[in-house]
């Protein structure tokens, strides 16, 4: 089967650096995608990595490594705001979506 | 990017009743999706909505119970029917411009049956 693993929920502190791992098992690979998720409202993209390597984005950075189905999500400077679920998501050889459940990342003043 | 409308935003409904939800893009698309998503849990595919021919429905989600339109490559409904309080639950629409692009998400509609 298709799986997806990430961590239910994590907790940083303002200011600091924290990152958000996903590993995965899917029936082929076309892509992992980041979706942040704020309580009640829709998923919005972040960050996507096809290739092995780092994507960098401002504060966000995500990782990719294809041979061990792994990738991180880091996020630098961590602000209030970004107290919210993060999605990781891979496109499996279909071209489907295959999600994870989602970390939920609570940040402390 | 493409930008989603999807209405009602949230309802409560009462059970053996119908709810359908409107979802409207400004641009046309050619991949629709409708899941579903349980507070805290994943997101699960309902069904991903052809334009002109039949919704293409995931294991476990049927067309008696979620009737999907899609009349143009802008707009799509999903209609919850019969509903029970295990329905209850947020509704999301999504579109990918491209085959394995990145997904645009709508508002979502909160549903509780009670």
């Known amino acids: 089967g298709q799986n997806i693993d990430q961590p239910t929920e994590m907790t940083a502190t303002e200011g600091a650096i924290v990152q958000i791992n996903c590993t995965y098992q899917t029936s082929g690979f076309n892509g992992l995608f980041w979706y942040q998720q704020h309580a009640g409202e829709a998923p919005t993209f972040l960050s996507y990595n096809v290739l092995d390597g780092l994507e960098e984005k401002g504060r966000f950075s995500s990782f990719l490594s294809r041979s061990k189905g792994y990738s991180y999500l880091l996020l630098k400077e961590l602000q209030m705001k970004d107290s919210a679920s993060y999605l990781c998501a891979v496109t499996d050889s279909n071209y489907q979506l295959i999600w994870g459940a989602g970390t939920k990342l609570i940040i402390k003043p | 990017s493409a930008v989603i409308s999807q209405k009602p935003s949230r309802d409560i409904c009462q059970r053996g009743t119908s709810l359908t939800i409107q979802c409207q893009v400004d641009?046309?698309?050619?991949?629709m999706f409708w899941y579903r998503q349980q507070p805290g849990q994943s997101l699960t595919l309902i069904a991903t909505?052809?334009?002109?021919?039949?919704?293409?429905?995931e294991s476990g989600f049927v067309i008696d119970k979620f009737p999907i339109s899609r009349p143009n490559l802008t707009f799509s409904t999903l209609t919850v029917s019969n509903m029970s309080p295990e329905d209850s639950s947020i509704y999301l629409c999504?579109?990918?411009?491209?085959?394995?692009?990145?997904?645009?998400f709508g508002q979502g509609t909160r549903l509780t049956v009670v």
């Open positions: 999504s579109v990918e411009e491209r085959e394995g692009t990145e997904a645009f």
């Open positions: 641009s046309q698309v050619t991949m």
């Open positions: 909505a052809n334009q002109g021919s039949e919704a293409t429905y």
